[in-house]
């Protein structure tokens, strides 16, 4: 599949974003975050900024962005739609108990914590609404399984909490436990990954060129002729692969720098105070970052779709 | 409407193609692209179409595939492949605006250009590869059934036919109401054993595919020998003229 910018952006930034968020109203109901207000300013801040810079991103690629509010409205049966719908619901709650945080930390009432409550589902549900338009999509085979949105909501998590991690560091308020928890989750997301590619290096779509074309009953079958000498659409979006040498690469580049580069140093961060400590945790946010979003221009260059067996894909 | 018909429709218009007498000519794609440049999706656009990089939409396109077989030495199949109208359409239920349709009183499956905002999702969400996007559009296109043809009162009753229908030179497609077991095109797939492409994708498509006939074994068989390949390419000049000149 096509690796669209715009998408990878989107994906990511809010991915992050509504970790963050969460691991914010989540910290803050726990009490085991520092109140200060500036550092929870910066956080709260923070995470709207990469959502809805996500969100906005995602629009981009659309042949009408003007008509995007249309997407709203077919909740019941496209996840594209409940993403939308949930990314938009879910600025309420989180936005609710980000103000209260903020200005009224001394009123935490019940009804606050419902509400946060129900921004943590939010957050939670809009991840998994994103996860949710690829693993549903049934001809492209390395998203429609179950890795996949448990993937999407560990890595937005993970995400999130190193950013959270560098927030802390950078305004001298280190949190043992959220370093910690950091560890823990990049320990966590590097595992899926691994069982992820595992996965994805030993199956196959059910579906083959002799399903395709319903021709197996004469034999084995392979491509011919293309219906046309040039690339169209279909070859250009649904046909984009990746060479498996470059895609091995790729994959060592995500690993360094998505997981065991962070997981490094922010174990450091432990030993160490002051500016050495800032700059470590900054090198966490900077490289899980770039390992990232190196992760999903592979989650999409290394899925095939089934309309690769058309124009001489063996397998799908 | 974004879901599929509460009603599934009872009419179910589609088409039959053969894959038997299918030669392969390319005329029913291009006399699709001629209709549907003025129809209900118009137009189909092109970019560069005259250059050295042409691509534009196309609702139909003819493949070819090998089919090896060592008993019998395999055939080759022309396999024209456009929209299949499916039953439980995932382009239709991915779509977030509604712009995606599917018709509860024939089964058509269609886009409303008004509605769609491009995002893609459609032409991912088809196994079969049926959508195009019209980047100059914005929009995603399909194969219509020629809906401005069948049911278009100006045309005589017998023109009332998909464009590729009425263009095939060999007879390879027909049309018809495949929900109709007593339908021509019924009784056509029932008597052939037509099939649904890719089943295990669960998308129970309308249009069905007519196999190839069985090949006439024994009778006029030869003892034709399959051609001995000449030393390949990377053997130097000289080398493959002497090759040539010893095996002439
Ligand atoms: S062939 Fe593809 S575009 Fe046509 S109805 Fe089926 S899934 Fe939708
Ligand atoms: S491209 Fe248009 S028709 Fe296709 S899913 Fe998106 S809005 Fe619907
Ligand atoms: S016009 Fe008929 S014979 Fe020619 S490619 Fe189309 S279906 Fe095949």
């Given at each position: 599949m096509h690796p669209a910018k715009s998408v990878i952006f989107f994906t990511t930034a809010s991915g992050a974003g509504y970790g963050l968020l969460f691991l914010l109203i989540g910290g803050s109901m726990l009490e085991i975050?520092?109140?200060d207000f500036w550092v929870l300013f910066s956080g709260y801040f923070l995470s709207f900024l990469l959502i809805v810079a996500g969100l906005l991103s995602s629009t981009?690629?659309?042949?009408?962005?003007?008509?995007?509010?249309?997407?709203?409205?077919?909740w019941r049966s496209s996840w594209l739609s409940r993403e939308g719908v949930m990314a938009i619901f879910t600025f309420a709650p989180t936005g609710l108990y980000a103000l209260q945080a903020l200005?009224?930390?001394?009123?935490?009432s019940g009804l606050m914590t419902l509400i946060g409550l129900i921004g943590l589902a939010a957050c939670a549900l809009t991840v998994y609404c994103t996860a949710m338009i690829y693993a549903?999509?049934?001809?492209v085979h390395a998203w429609a399984n179950g890795y996949v949105p448990v993937g999407y909501l560990l890595l937005s998590l993970t995400t999130g909490v190193i950013l959270l991690n560098g927030l802390l560091a950078v305004s001298g308020f280190w949190s043992g436990l959220v370093a910690w928890l950091a560890t823990l989750l990049l320990i966590f997301s590097f595992l899926w990954k691994l069982a992820y590619w595992r996965f994805l290096d030993g199956t196959k779509s059910i579906s083959t060129p002799e399903s395709a074309t319903g021709l197996g009953e004469f034999g084995s079958v392979r491509l011919?002729?293309?219906?046309?000498t040039e690339a169209n659409y279909l070859m250009k979006e649904m046909g984009f692969r990746i060479a498996r040498k470059h895609s091995a690469k790729l994959r060592r580049i995500v690993i360094f720098a998505g997981f065991v580069l962070p997981f490094i140093v922010i174990s450091l961060t432990f030993f160490m105070s002051g500016a050495l400590a800032v700059i470590f945790a900054s090198l966490a946010v900077l490289s899980a970052g770039v390992g990232i979003a190196a992760e999903r221009w592979l989650f999409f260059a290394e899925a095939r779709h089934t309309v690769g067996l058309y124009y001489g894909a063996g397998h799908a | 409407m974004t879901t599929l018909p509460k009603n599934p429709p009872k009419k179910k218009l589609g088409l039959v193609i053969d894959l038997d007498i299918?030669?392969?000519?390319h005329a029913c794609s291009v006399n699709c692209k001629e209709w549907n440049s003025g129809g209900?999706?118009?137009?189909?656009t092109d970019t560069?179409?005259?250059?050295a990089d042409p691509t534009g939409v196309w609702f139909n396109r003819i493949h070819s595939f090998e089919v090896d077989n060592p008993v019998d030495g395999g055939r080759t199949v022309n396999f024209p492949k456009s929209c299949?109208?499916?039953?439980?359409a995932p382009c239709v239920t991915v779509c977030p605006t509604g712009a995606s349709y599917k018709r509860e009183e024939d089964g058509i499956v269609l886009v409303n250009a008004d509605h769609?905002?491009?995002?893609k999702l459609c032409s991912w969400a088809c196994p079969y590869g049926a959508r195009e996007y019209d980047e100059d559009a914005g929009v995603m296109k399909k194969c219509t059934l020629c809906i401005d043809k069948i049911?278009?009162?100006?045309?005589p009753e017998e023109s009332r036919v998909p464009a590729c229908v009425s263009t095939c030179p060999v007879g390879a497609r027909s049309f018809g109401?495949?929900?109709?077991?007593?339908?021509d095109v019924s009784l056509l797939v029932a008597s052939r054993g037509g099939y649904d492409l890719?089943?295990?994708?669960?998308?129970?498509?309308?249009n069905k595919y007519l196999p190839p006939r069985p090949k006439k074994l024994g009778?006029?068989?030869?003892?034709i020998q399959a051609l001995t390949p000449v030393a390949?390419?990377?053997?130097?000049v000289i080398a493959r003229w002497v090759d040539k000149f010893l095996s002439a």
């Amino acid at each position: 599949m096509h690796p669209a910018k715009s998408v990878i952006f989107f994906t990511t930034a809010s991915g992050a974003g509504y970790g963050l968020l969460f691991l914010l109203i989540g910290g803050s109901m726990l009490e085991i975050l520092p109140t200060d207000f500036w550092v929870l300013f910066s956080g709260y801040f923070l995470s709207f900024l990469l959502i809805v810079a996500g969100l906005l991103s995602s629009t981009f690629h659309l042949g009408h962005p003007e008509r995007a509010w249309r997407a709203l409205t077919q909740w019941r049966s496209s996840w594209l739609s409940r993403e939308g719908v949930m990314a938009i619901f879910t600025f309420a709650p989180t936005g609710l108990y980000a103000l209260q945080a903020l200005f009224f930390p001394e009123g935490q009432s019940g009804l606050m914590t419902l509400i946060g409550l129900i921004g943590l589902a939010a957050c939670a549900l809009t991840v998994y609404c994103t996860a949710m338009i690829y693993a549903s999509l049934k001809p492209v085979h390395a998203w429609a399984n179950g890795y996949v949105p448990v993937g999407y909501l560990l890595l937005s998590l993970t995400t999130g909490v190193i950013l959270l991690n560098g927030l802390l560091a950078v305004s001298g308020f280190w949190s043992g436990l959220v370093a910690w928890l950091a560890t823990l989750l990049l320990i966590f997301s590097f595992l899926w990954k691994l069982a992820y590619w595992r996965f994805l290096d030993g199956t196959k779509s059910i579906s083959t060129p002799e399903s395709a074309t319903g021709l197996g009953e004469f034999g084995s079958v392979r491509l011919f002729e293309a219906p046309h000498t040039e690339a169209n659409y279909l070859m250009k979006e649904m046909g984009f692969r990746i060479a498996r040498k470059h895609s091995a690469k790729l994959r060592r580049i995500v690993i360094f720098a998505g997981f065991v580069l962070p997981f490094i140093v922010i174990s450091l961060t432990f030993f160490m105070s002051g500016a050495l400590a800032v700059i470590f945790a900054s090198l966490a946010v900077l490289s899980a970052g770039v390992g990232i979003a190196a992760e999903r221009w592979l989650f999409f260059a290394e899925a095939r779709h089934t309309v690769g067996l058309y124009y001489g894909a063996g397998h799908a | 409407m974004t879901t599929l018909p509460k009603n599934p429709p009872k009419k179910k218009l589609g088409l039959v193609i053969d894959l038997d007498i299918c030669v392969g000519c390319h005329a029913c794609s291009v006399n699709c692209k001629e209709w549907n440049s003025g129809g209900h999706s118009a137009p189909l656009t092109d970019t560069d179409p005259y250059g050295a990089d042409p691509t534009g939409v196309w609702f139909n396109r003819i493949h070819s595939f090998e089919v090896d077989n060592p008993v019998d030495g395999g055939r080759t199949v022309n396999f024209p492949k456009s929209c299949l109208h499916c039953d439980d359409a995932p382009c239709v239920t991915v779509c977030p605006t509604g712009a995606s349709y599917k018709r509860e009183e024939d089964g058509i499956v269609l886009v409303n250009a008004d509605h769609c905002i491009g995002c893609k999702l459609c032409s991912w969400a088809c196994p079969y590869g049926a959508r195009e996007y019209d980047e100059d559009a914005g929009v995603m296109k399909k194969c219509t059934l020629c809906i401005d043809k069948i049911y278009n009162p100006n045309l005589p009753e017998e023109s009332r036919v998909p464009a590729c229908v009425s263009t095939c030179p060999v007879g390879a497609r027909s049309f018809g109401d495949l929900g109709n077991p007593e339908s021509d095109v019924s009784l056509l797939v029932a008597s052939r054993g037509g099939y649904d492409l890719m089943p295990e994708q669960q998308c129970r498509p309308t249009n069905k595919y007519l196999p190839p006939r069985p090949k006439k074994l024994g009778g006029g068989k030869t003892d034709i020998q399959a051609l001995t390949p000449v030393a390949d390419t990377s053997a130097g000049v000289i080398a493959r003229w002497v090759d040539k000149f010893l095996s002439a």
